[in-house]
């Protein structure tokens, strides 16, 4: 039984997708880690291509450039940066009061890698203006989502007014300061301190913001 001409080269065509698709998050994955370890300054192509595991040449093929690769990690950084909060708020205990369960899940969400990642572009971007016009609408956009999927996932707290909005920024830029402290040195007595803190100041946001109206 003679084989059909066009399933034998779309088999082929689709590996092939898959795996030039594989290596391009292979790369991605390396400059992030770059960033991380060197700093976005000291990230070369070289140093990518180095830490993927690839040619210098065979990395060009999928991205000619430094930028070009910044610019996909940007969008995987910040899809990654967006699903790991989700998993983590999600995993935290929905039985009765979760302000300190999901404390805890942001304050993990924004101690990992990918955040310190995030962190070196922006400082970055502050004197790159190509890193900036890359990172700012990208930013943006996870902000955006952000809050939404927050307000997807904190089911139990509904308002008509701003205290979820206020609740939401404190927390955010609390811990993010924190963990960028956090580069520095260790976490010690003032920052259990500060989280305590922060945890008795959400409950009493929560605790005195309105019930949405009922509808009908």
């Given at each position: ?128 203006p190509e890193l900036a016009d890359i990172l700012r609408p990208a930013q943006e956009a996870f ?74």
């Amino acid at each position: 039984m003679a084989s059909d001409p066009d399933q034998d080269q779309a088999e082929p065509a689709g590996w092939q997708a898959q795996k030039s698709a594989a290596t391009r998050n292979l790369i991605i994955e390396a400059a992030i880690k770059c960033f991380v370890e060197l700093g976005y300054a000291r990230t070369t192509t070289t140093a990518i291509a180095e830490k993927a595991g690839l040619s210098r040449g065979a990395m060009l093929h999928h991205f000619p450039s430094k930028i070009d690769i910044v610019r996909a990690a940007v969008e995987y950084l910040h899809a990654k940066r967006l699903k790991a909060f989700r998993r983590a708020v999600q995993r935290s205990t929905s039985d009765g009061d979760r302000v300190r369960a999901n404390l805890d899940a942001y304050w993990r969400h924004v101690r990992h890698p990918l955040f310190v990642a995030f962190f070196e572009l922006v400082v970055a971007a502050r004197t790159d203006p190509e890193l900036a016009d890359i990172l700012r609408p990208a930013q943006e956009a996870f902000e955006e989502e952000w809050h939404r999927t927050a307000r997807e996932v904190f089911t139990e707290w509904q308002t008509e007014d701003s205290t979820f909005d206020v609740a939401l920024d404190l927390t955010r830029y609390v811990l993010e300061g924190m963990a960028i402290s956090f580069l520095v040195h260790k976490e010690d007595e003032r920052d259990r301190r500060v989280l305590a803190y922060l945890e008795d100041k959400l409950r009493e946001l929560r605790d005195r913001s309105p019930a949405p109206a009922p509808r009908g």
